[in-house]
């Protein structure tokens, strides 16, 4: 039995479908796997794919936009669809929100597949895993959990 067959079913659902998108070559604003994603574009994939639409479309963003402004726009979008959790509480399939800076906004994200490893994008790659060492550690800004699949999905 490995870690994934022990987590809830939105989670093992979530690092599947996250797991195609690697290879997806990084484009600002994109959400389309294999054509282009950004961090955003693929939390926004990743959630079509497994709940079968997103609950809200971002609309166009700069890429420099959580340096533009003091809205934790990332944050606050999260909080309204997933569940907030402790860092120490997490697990596999959870959302993970980073601020490059303490005191600025949230700017990037990426999906946590357990064994201290996440998915995610980034400017000058695709879609790829990542180990979460202490440089990716100690920006996290949010740990949160997608909702569970709603019945029949």
Request: aromatic content about 10%; some cysteine; overall charge neutral.
């Amino acid at each position: 039995m490995t870690s994934e067959d022990i987590i809830a079913p939105a989670a093992s659902r979530i690092i599947a479908e996250a797991r195609t998108w690697i290879g997806t070559p990084y484009r600002h604003q994109g959400s389309r796997k294999g054509v282009g994603c950004d961090c955003l574009g693929l939390v926004r994939g990743v959630w079509h794919g497994v709940y079968g639409e997103e609950p809200e479309t971002p609309g166009p963003y700069a890429a420099d936009w959580a340096e533009a402004g003091a809205e934790d726009r990332l944050l606050t979008a999260a909080r309204r669809y997933c569940i907030e959790k402790d860092r120490e509480d997490m697990a596999a399939g959870d959302l993970l929100l980073f601020r490059w800076r303490p005191n600025v906004p949230a700017k990037h994200a990426g999906i946590f597949v357990a064994d201290e490893r996440f998915i995610h994008a980034y400017q000058g790659h695709s879609v790829l895993v990542s180990a979460l060492v202490p440089h990716w550690r100690r920006r996290i800004a949010g740990v949160f959990a997608f909702p569970e699949l709603p019945v029949g999905r």
